[in-house]
């Protein structure tokens, strides 16, 4: 609803001198689209500022005398969406770039919030009457998430909370895997995404780092809160959750790099107590592991305080020169962790597909790299290289591959224990003398000090190029290409870089758009659809989680349903049942169901066997669920399961099972 003009999103995205310089009189320029702002266009300041960081901040009287001020206050607003970074709403200041402290109070604090001050008099987003915000919801498990307009906007409730409007989004595999295997959804329906990058557009309360204005990242690790989630136009997160970007990143970089960067630190620095203190090729970082523990434990979740505080003792935290292994190095957080390790002076062990990402690790410093293609060999070479004596390893990858990365590590009952790590699951059982962590992450955004502390540090890396930020790849389309970018998460096509949606050119096709959105017309002669394989009417009707779900018989035997032996006009041949198949997911129905006739009669002559064809159906469709009869005195148990699990997985969880008993005597 709301778009970033494009000349805001090329500047951020590709933050060069020039492109900082074009955006500074861009932002000037830009004033003629405003009608009353044409005549004051020239007289707006715009200032580069010697700070590392990329801030927009709106000038308060933006050139105008005090009378033409007083004038327009004095004008009543109509209801509208706020979209005074657009450049394109009617009376809306447009912002000017400054890299420093222009426009902040004199206590350090911005406008954005409460306090009274002149400047939040002038907060445009203040004076709007009815803000509101696109976003993405998802309705239930295993859909797509519908494009919904015209939302509320969150509302700030604490001191430290803070209003991001989003300018890119970054997908993780987790917002796939969640909303298709129901696990991180508090309710439906729900808003999901964890990464974003933006502009404050409101600031804290309290004094902050943080101010009105600066372009922002980090990720939604509170996902309990949906104001916090990303697929939304306008995030609420704290000001200690977020990094400041420098001018030598660019925001796309931002939006890939949050989730993976805090959980990177937070297992290096807490779970396996890594100290940064001594780094010296680089900016030192805080002793995360002794700061967690000078902590009262009632601060702490009381479901990660054994992971935080007894989990490791202070005897066995890694010293610099000890190996650590990382299963999945391809990942974006095995690629931040790799550096992280190295900046504490670890020898870092990577597994990994070496065809896509082996150069990419080895400009990153990894001491030793082993393809993962031939597991039962990387881990006999892991050990042979680290010499039996591994005692850290942290696996991104699933647990299967953690059960591999733990039979690398050393088992001796004497000694110093083994650590690892899962960021995606465990094994089922320890090995001798190992000790299984499980990633605090609600750290980051439940303790203030090591929020802060931990993104200050990030600040500082960035400043000081000291991280290579993974690569990444734009996915168009706004928020309404979310869908398609998941899409291409679940193939597995993606290895060893983000995909980045910028936010603010929303495509419509694919995505529930509007909630009038037309009904298909009948247009064929024989009362079919014929208007191609637009999924909007679906969509569109199949949102509403308290919708009725609509199923049809499939006519996979001659006669169709009817029992008679006049002629039907329904068709039993696949091509006749695709074309239904295919009319009827564009209409909404949800659910077909195949039947299975071998010797009842009423015209049922020629008849296709219901699984098969039920398969058949599925790859012809899109989100057509298919019901698949089944008798059980024909079909070998394991047979039918084995055949059933191999079409769920060709069609993602489309396919189900309806064991007839049968009323037919002669078919039991």
């Given at each position: 609803m709301h778009q970033?003009?494009?000349?805001?999103?090329?500047?951020?995205f590709?933050?060069?001198?020039?492109?900082l310089?074009?955006?500074t009189a861009?932002?000037?320029v830009?004033?003629v689209?405003l009608?009353k702002a044409?005549a004051?266009?020239q007289?707006?300041p715009?200032v580069?500022h010697?700070?590392p960081?990329?801030?927009?901040?709106p000038?308060?009287a933006?050139?105008r005398?005090g009378e033409e001020?007083?004038?327009?206050k004095?004008?009543?607003l109509?209801?509208?969406?706020?979209?005074?970074?657009s450049?394109?709403s009617?009376?809306?200041d447009v912002?000017?770039?400054?890299?420093?402290v222009a426009?902040?109070l004199?206590n350090?604090?911005s406008n954005g919030?409460?306090n009274?001050?002149?400047?939040?008099q002038d907060d445009?987003f203040?004076r709007l009457?009815?803000?509101?915000q696109?976003l993405l919801?998802?309705?239930?498990p295993r859909?797509?998430y519908?494009?919904?307009?015209?939302?509320?906007?969150?509302?700030?409730?604490g001191?430290?909370?803070?209003?991001?409007?989003?300018?890119?989004i970054?997908?993780?595999p987790?917002?796939?895997?969640?909303?298709?295997y129901?696990?991180?959804?508090p309710s439906?329906?729900?808003?999901?995404?964890?990464?974003?990058?933006?502009i404050?557009?409101?600031?804290?309360r309290?004094?902050?780092r943080?101010q009105?204005?600066?372009?922002?990242?980090?990720?939604?690790t509170?996902?309990?809160?949906v104001?916090?989630?990303a697929?939304?136009e306008y995030v609420?997160?704290?000001?200690?959750?977020?990094?400041?970007?420098?001018s030598t990143?660019?925001v796309k970089e931002?939006?890939?790099?949050g989730?993976?960067?805090v959980?990177?630190a937070?297992?290096?620095?807490?779970?396996?107590?890594?100290?940064f203190t001594?780094s010296r090729?680089?900016?030192?970082?805080?002793?995360?592991l002794r700061?967690?523990r000078?902590?009262?434990p009632r601060?702490?979740?009381?479901?990660i305080r054994d992971?935080?505080?007894?989990s490791?003792?202070t005897a066995?935290?890694p010293?610099?020169?000890?190996?650590?292994a990382i299963w999945g190095?391809?990942?974006?957080t095995?690629?931040?962790?790799?550096q992280?390790?190295k900046l504490?002076g670890?020898?870092?062990?990577?597994?990994?597909d070496?065809?896509k990402g082996g150069q990419?690790l080895?400009?990153?410093?990894a001491?030793?790299?082993v393809?993962?293609?031939?597991?039962k060999r990387?881990?006999?070479?892991v050990?042979?290289?680290t010499?039996?004596n591994l005692r850290?390893g942290?696996?991104c990858?699933g647990?299967?591959?953690?059960?591999l990365l733990?039979?690398?590590?050393?088992?001796s009952n004497h000694?110093?224990?083994?650590?690892?790590?899962?960021m995606?699951?465990l094994p089922?059982?320890?090995?001798?003398?190992?000790?299984?962590?499980k990633?605090?992450?609600?750290?980051?955004?439940?303790v203030?000090?090591y929020?802060?502390a931990?993104?200050?540090?990030?600040?500082?890396?960035l400043?000081?190029?000291s991280?290579?930020?993974?690569n990444?790849?734009?996915?168009?389309?706004g928020?309404a290409?979310?869908?398609?970018?998941?899409d291409r998460l679940?193939?597995?096509?993606?290895?060893g870089?983000?995909?980045?949606v910028?936010?603010g050119?929303?495509s419509?096709s694919?995505?529930?758009d509007s909630?009038q959105?037309p009904t298909?017309?009948i247009?064929?002669a024989?009362?079919?659809?014929?208007?191609g394989?637009?999924?909007?009417y679906?969509?569109q009707i199949n949102s509403?989680p308290d919708r009725?779900k609509?199923a049809y018989w499939v006519?996979?035997v001659?006669g169709?349903l009817?029992i008679?032996?006049?002629?039907?006009r329904?068709?039993w041949?696949?091509?006749?049942?695709?074309r239904y198949?295919k009319t009827?997911?564009?209409?909404?129905?949800?659910y077909a169901?195949s039947q299975?006739r071998?010797m009842?009669?009423y015209?049922?002559?020629n008849?296709?066997?219901p699984?098969?064809f039920?398969?058949?159906?599925?790859?012809?469709t899109e989100?057509?669920?298919v019901?698949?009869?089944?008798?059980?005195g024909p079909?070998n148990p394991?047979?039918?399961?084995?055949?059933?699990?191999?079409?769920?997985?060709?069609c993602?969880g489309?396919?189900?099972?309806?064991v007839?008993s049968g009323?037919?005597?002669?078919e039991?």
């Amino acid at each position: 609803m709301h778009q970033a003009p494009a000349w805001l999103l090329w500047c951020l995205f590709d933050p060069d001198p020039v492109s900082l310089l074009t955006l500074t009189a861009l932002c000037s320029v830009s004033s003629v689209l405003l009608a009353k702002a044409v005549a004051r266009a020239q007289k707006m300041p715009s200032v580069v500022h010697s700070s590392p960081f990329v801030s927009l901040r709106p000038d308060p009287a933006c050139g105008r005398s005090g009378e033409e001020r007083q004038k327009e206050k004095r004008e009543s607003l109509p209801s509208r969406s706020f979209a005074n970074l657009s450049g394109l709403s009617n009376n809306v200041d447009v912002p000017s770039l400054s890299n420093g402290v222009a426009h902040r109070l004199a206590n350090g604090s911005s406008n954005g919030h409460t306090n009274g001050s002149a400047a939040r008099q002038d907060d445009e987003f203040l004076r709007l009457a009815s803000p509101q915000q696109d976003l993405l919801l998802l309705h239930g498990p295993r859909q797509k998430y519908s494009l919904e307009r015209a939302r509320d906007i969150p509302e700030l409730r604490g001191d430290h909370e803070i209003l991001i409007q989003v300018l890119a989004i970054g997908l993780n595999p987790v917002d796939w895997k969640g909303a298709d295997y129901d696990f991180g959804q508090p309710s439906y329906p729900w808003v999901n995404g964890r990464d974003f990058a933006g502009i404050v557009v409101k600031a804290p309360r309290n004094e902050s780092r943080v101010q009105h204005g600066d372009v922002v990242f980090g990720p939604s690790t509170d996902y309990r809160d949906v104001r916090k989630a990303a697929y939304q136009e306008y995030v609420v997160t704290t000001d200690y959750n977020v990094a400041r970007i420098p001018s030598t990143t660019t925001v796309k970089e931002g939006a890939a790099s949050g989730v993976a960067f805090v959980a990177a630190a937070v297992a290096l620095g807490v779970s396996f107590g890594l100290d940064f203190t001594s780094s010296r090729t680089s900016p030192a970082g805080p002793d995360f592991l002794r700061m967690v523990r000078q902590l009262d434990p009632r601060d702490v979740p009381e479901d990660i305080r054994d992971e935080c505080f007894t989990s490791l003792p202070t005897a066995e935290r890694p010293q610099p020169g000890e190996w650590l292994a990382i299963w999945g190095a391809n990942s974006t957080t095995g690629q931040l962790a790799l550096q992280l390790a190295k900046l504490a002076g670890l020898k870092v062990a990577c597994v990994a597909d070496l065809a896509k990402g082996g150069q990419r690790l080895s400009e990153l410093g990894a001491d030793f790299m082993v393809d993962k293609y031939d597991t039962k060999r990387a881990v006999d070479i892991v050990r042979a290289v680290t010499g039996n004596n591994l005692r850290f390893g942290l696996d991104c990858t699933g647990k299967d591959t953690a059960d591999l990365l733990q039979q690398t590590l050393q088992q001796s009952n004497h000694g110093r224990k083994s650590h690892l790590l899962g960021m995606t699951g465990l094994p089922k059982q320890a090995s001798p003398n190992v000790v299984h962590h499980k990633l605090p992450i609600k750290l980051f955004h439940e303790v203030h000090d090591y929020g802060e502390a931990l993104m200050q540090w990030l600040e500082e890396l960035l400043v000081a190029k000291s991280l290579k930020l993974p690569n990444v790849e734009i996915a168009e389309g706004g928020l309404a290409g979310i869908n398609d970018a998941l899409d291409r998460l679940r193939s597995g096509t993606v290895s060893g870089k983000r995909i980045v949606v910028p936010v603010g050119n929303e495509s419509r096709s694919g995505v529930s758009d509007s909630p009038q959105s037309p009904t298909p017309a009948i247009n064929g002669a024989d009362g079919i659809i014929h208007s191609g394989d637009d999924m909007t009417y679906h969509n569109q009707i199949n949102s509403d989680p308290d919708r009725l779900k609509f199923a049809y018989w499939v006519p996979n035997v001659s006669g169709g349903l009817v029992i008679s032996k006049i002629l039907q006009r329904t068709h039993w041949d696949l091509k006749s049942n695709v074309r239904y198949a295919k009319t009827a997911e564009r209409v909404g129905f949800e659910y077909a169901l195949s039947q299975i006739r071998f010797m009842a009669g009423y015209g049922a002559e020629n008849q296709h066997e219901p699984v098969s064809f039920s398969q058949a159906l599925l790859g012809a469709t899109e989100k057509l669920k298919v019901i698949a009869a089944l008798l059980p005195g024909p079909w070998n148990p394991a047979v039918a399961a084995k055949q059933i699990a191999s079409i769920d997985n060709y069609c993602d969880g489309r396919i189900a099972v309806n064991v007839v008993s049968g009323w037919f005597k002669a078919e039991v």
